[in-house]
Every structure is written in C-alpha cells, then in structure tokens.
C-alpha cells in the first residue's frame, strides 16, 4: 500500500493531482469533463450534495447552497488522462475527505456510463506541499499552462513554446481549466473558486494573462 509523505496542515497549500490507473484516459467526452468540473464543487460541501439526486446535474448544480466548503480552491485543470488542482486546507481532513468524495463520485459515474469495472485512478491521489511564494505563483502557470501540451506536444514543459501566439489561442479555447475565470469571463463554473485565500499575485485579468503569457516562452 502507498503511504503518502505529505502531512496536510490547516491554512497550508498544496498542490493535488491525479492519473488514470496505466495512464488511460479519465474524460472520454465533453459530459465527463462537465461531469468532474460540476463535482469540484459539489464534493466541495460538508453537507452532501448528490449529482445523481438533480435532474439537470450540469446546470443545478450550481444552485446548491454549500454551508461550510471543506478546501479552498485556487486553480485547477482537467486533462484527458490527469487532472491539477491547486488547493488550500481549511480544517483538519478537509483535503481527504473533499478528494475522497470527488474521486468516488467521478469513479463511480465514470464505470457506470462507459460500461467498465475497476479503478480508475492511479492509486491514491498525490500531493505537493506549497511552503513558499515562488513556488505557489509558479502553480498558477504550470497548471494553466498544461493544455499547451495538446497544441505545442514538444514544446512544454521542457523547451521554449515555439509558437505562442497559436498556443495562446489554443489556451483562450480550452474550456476545462479555471483559466478563464482569472480573465473575468462570466462562467458558472467561477463558483468552485475562492481566489481570496490565496496571495493576490495578479492585480487585475491583463496582469494574469500576461504572467502566463510569459511562462509560455520561458521555463525556469
């Protein structure tokens, strides 16, 4: 059994992420993106809100009040076979039990529509501690930045972005990341965030969109 070697801290942040068990792909289609995103937000609840109970998961989902939110979510991003978040623990165990509700919930919906048995994830989730400013800034465009992986393969992380301007396109189209929501667009999916918890690093949407900009074409 994996034993994990972070120790999670009231106040603290993290970063948290997760594979397909052999790397296969967790989000086959659009609905199971939409799927996930919807439940960042509804495992994100002390009180149980259950995606299955709601007749129009996608769009109610986001009317459910939540009395208490176990985590604080600063960033996050789905990719076809992984997903990032960036998170800060609000009470003891609210990081388990946010990620055990979340990977439960997706696992069991995910097996169920796609007609399969078995885990669906890589072992236990894992996780990062973020002890410093540097690194907790970067955070913000390592994991905004993963989808250039689709549009530039050879060029992120390891080497200069050779082609920003379509990789910012490609980016500006992305719709599974909270990317969007840092440049102001009016989106449901905002509401999974609680940006006040985390530094305020970016002064106002052009500030973000360029500190990301300018991690494209450099990588420290």
């Avoid at 604080?72 to 800060?88: E, K, P, Q, T, W």
């Avoid at 972005?161 to 990341?177: E, G, I």
Wanted: proline share 4%; net charge neutral.
């Amino acid at each position: 059994m994996s034993v994990r070697k972070v120790i999670f801290g009231v106040n603290e942040f993290y970063h948290l992420y997760s594979r397909g068990n052999d790397r296969r792909k967790i989000f086959l289609t659009d609905n199971d993106y939409q799927r996930f995103t919807c439940s960042l937000y509804a495992a994100n609840a002390s009180e149980p809100i259950h995606l299955s109970d709601l007749h129009q998961w996608s769009s109610e989902v986001w009317e459910q009040k939540r009395l208490e939110t176990l985590v604080d979510i600063g960033a996050y991003c789905l990719m076809s076979n992984h997903f990032h978040l960036l998170v800060r623990e609000k009470k003891e165990g609210g990081i388990t039990t946010f990620m055990q509700k979340l990977l439960t919930s997706y696992s069991s919906y995910f097996n169920l529509k796609h007609r399969r048995t078995g885990k669906l994830f890589e072992g236990p989730f894992q996780a990062t501690h973020v002890d410093n400013d540097l690194h907790l800034q970067y955070l913000y465009a390592y994991i905004h930045l993963n989808p250039v992986k689709i549009s530039n393969p050879e060029g992120w992380p390891d080497k200069i972005v050779q082609n920003v301007a379509a990789a910012k396109v490609f980016l500006d189209s992305y719709a599974y990341s909270s990317y969007h929501d840092y440049l102001g667009r009016p989106r449901q999916e905002k509401a999974i965030l609680n940006p006040k918890a985390f530094p305020d690093y970016f002064t106002n949407d052009i500030d973000f969109k360029e500190f990301v900009a300018d991690w494209m074409k450099y990588n420290e």
